[in-house]
């Protein structure tokens, strides 16, 4: 359990690292994304959000599964103490994201009028030009952010998308302020974009000088660039037929839905998922590197000890921030935007649906199939998710708007846990802890429905109806979690041992668990 525990510590700091710059740079964005909606007023933001669509979809075809190889192979590489070959890697992966980065970028731009004009809005060419050229900027980021997670020096993550947030916020505000109304935004996003991507690459550059300075052949290379896109093609198609099922939804919105203003309340429900996606994407990003870690013929019981704890503690954080959030959209919402957006919280609950998937292994699944190397299965599993999701968001989008797209949104995500966990089972002999998920669920669950319905009986203001809701929520979750034993002493130990690199943080969390064990005590738990 040893080697257990020294991942486990390794992955919680690195997580740590990632979630303070998730939260810094989430809070400066949240502030951005409140004056700037108040600013522009629904139309005008649902403009900002249909020319941001353009190069999302263009952004499909940048990457060819190389960020997740790059990922992949320098933790690998990290872990066999073949230090030498990073540099390759990072080379390899730099090169291939630039050169597809700026050709998309330019295809962008030249296609923007094309592109207006099947959304069916012909004045946001200008828009989607300036817009085109965050597809270079995500190049430098993604690259970057995988060469961080792959080292795990995700504090240089941290640096690099807190200053893209300042920078965004500081800009949009200005040019809107300035009169530039969508351009502006569009025009500060993007700027700020490609800042955070210099950033990135020079951060990037300093941990390729400390690596050993072994000269590297082109042969090497050439080796290396297929080592890359034999692991990365088969995630290739599925993160395009994922991504072009998301645009297929947004697309269909976009042509079905003429009214801007319900389009704004979507896009404002989706930047308030922001709030749990705060603690489910340290979980995820860290899971990648640390099943790449472990070679399932020889550590099958580490395997399967990562593998539950990974869906267990994630489900601890994430299910229960779901369910508050589904608990709580309206006074939320209510309380940033008074009086305005007012479909946003049904949407915002809606959409927080996915993330009770967590329980069942939603976040651990892929993640595993990738860091064992089996690509080509998880190929399998997005073609299954486009099979069932097409169809089926062109019948709901058509026929309900945005409801429709929620609901395909939440109905689509479920073929990776339906095919994906009897698949892990049989090959790798791993299985989720369905004990501890369905005491995690029932907590939460819990906790919810008495927040729900105490909120809904106060005629407060919604600030203090937020505040309230909140403590109830936190109070009745520990309870019910303790209550139903969804957590034990052994959990306490874990739990621990996991954050003891934390530093100075670790004696604040160790205290934190002491009083929850006390209260483990009391109840006789």
Same mark, same amino acid.
């Given at each position: +359990? ?38 522009? &007023? ?13 190069? *999302?979809?263009?952004?499909? %075809? ?38 597809? &980065? ?28 300036? =817009? ?6 995500? =190049? ?19 640096? +690099? ?12 505000? =200005? ?12 025009? &500060? ?15 990037? %550059? ?19 660039? !297929? ?9 290739? %198609? ?12 947004? %697309? ?22 922001? /709030? ?16 790449? !870690?472990?070679?399932?013929? !020889? ?13 267990? @503690? ?13 608990? /709580? ?32 292994? *939603? ?13 080509? @299965? ?56 369905? *004990? ?87 109840? !006789?738990?």
């Amino acid at each position: +359990m040893s080697k257990v525990s020294d991942m486990a510590k390794v992955s919680v700091k690195g997580g740590f690292h990632y979630m303070w710059g998730l939260a810094a740079s989430t809070v400066i964005s949240a502030v951005g994304t409140i004056i700037i909606a108040s600013l522009m &007023g629904e139309n005008n933001y649902g403009a900002y959000f249909v020319a941001l669509s353009a190069p *999302n979809l263009i952004n499909l %075809f940048r990457d060819w599964g190389i960020n997740s190889a790059v990922i992949r192979y320098t933790a690998q590489y990290n872990a066999e103490n073949k230090i030498e070959k990073i540099r390759g890697v990072f080379l390899s992966g730099l090169f291939f994201e630039t050169i597809f &980065g700026l050709a998309l970028s330019l295809a962008g731009f030249a296609l923007s009028g094309v592109l207006a004009t099947v959304f069916n809005r012909p004045e946001a060419a200008p828009l989607i030009q300036v =817009a085109s050229f965050s597809v270079l900027a995500g =190049a430098f980021v993604n690259i970057a952010t995988a060469a961080f997670t792959g080292i795990e020096k995700m504090h240089f993550y941290s640096i +690099m998308t807190v200053s893209q947030s300042v920078i965004k916020t500081v800009l949009i505000v =200005a040019l809107v302020v300035l009169g530039l109304g969508p351009l502006g935004a569009i025009i &500060g996003f993007t700027t700020a974009f490609l800042i955070a991507g210099v950033i990135g690459i020079l951060l990037m %550059f300093t941990i390729y000088k400390k690596l050993p300075s072994v000269p590297l052949s082109r042969a090497e290379l050439t080796e290396t660039v !297929k080592n890359l896109f034999r692991y990365g093609f088969p995630l290739s %198609f599925g993160v395009i037929l994922s991504g072009v099922l998301i645009q297929f939804y947004n %697309f269909l919105v976009i042509i079905y839905v003429s009214d801007n203003a319900l389009i704004g309340n979507y896009s404002v429900a989706l930047n308030f998922v922001v /709030l749990i996606t705060f603690f489910a994407m340290p979980v995820t990003t860290m899971l990648l590197p640390a099943f790449s !870690k472990l070679d399932a013929t !020889k550590d099958s019981q580490a395997l399967q000890s990562v593998y539950q704890f990974s869906v267990k @503690y994630a489900a601890l954080l994430v299910v229960p921030v779901a369910a508050m959030v589904m608990s /709580l959209a309206q006074p939320a919402i209510s309380t940033i935007f008074p009086n305005q957006y007012a479909q946003a919280p049904l949407f915002l609950a809606l959409l927080s649906i996915t993330y009770v998937y967590a329980a069942f292994g *939603n976040l651990s699944i892929v993640n595993l199939i990738n860091g064992q190397g089996q690509t080509t @299965y998880t190929l399998k599993l997005s073609l299954l998710t486009a099979c069932v999701g097409f169809p089926l968001g062109f019948v709901l989008i058509s026929q309900f708007g945005v409801l429709g797209l929620i609901f395909s949104t939440v109905i689509s995500a479920t073929p990776n846990m339906i095919f994906g966990l009897p698949y892990i089972r049989k090959r790798y002999g791993v299985t989720t802890d369905w *004990n501890a998920s369905a005491k995690i669920l029932l907590s939460s669950f819990i906790a919810a429905a008495i927040t729900y319905l105490l909120v809904n009986q106060l005629t407060l203001s919604s600030p203090i109806e937020l505040i309230i809701g909140v403590i109830v929520f936190v109070l009745v979750f520990l309870f019910s979690v303790l209550l139903t034993r969804a957590i034990n002493e052994s959990d306490m130990y874990n739990l621990k041992t996991m954050t003891s690199g934390l530093g100075p943080l670790s004696k604040i969390i160790n205290k934190l668990l002491m009083l929850i064990e006390k209260l483990m005590s009391i109840l !006789k738990i």
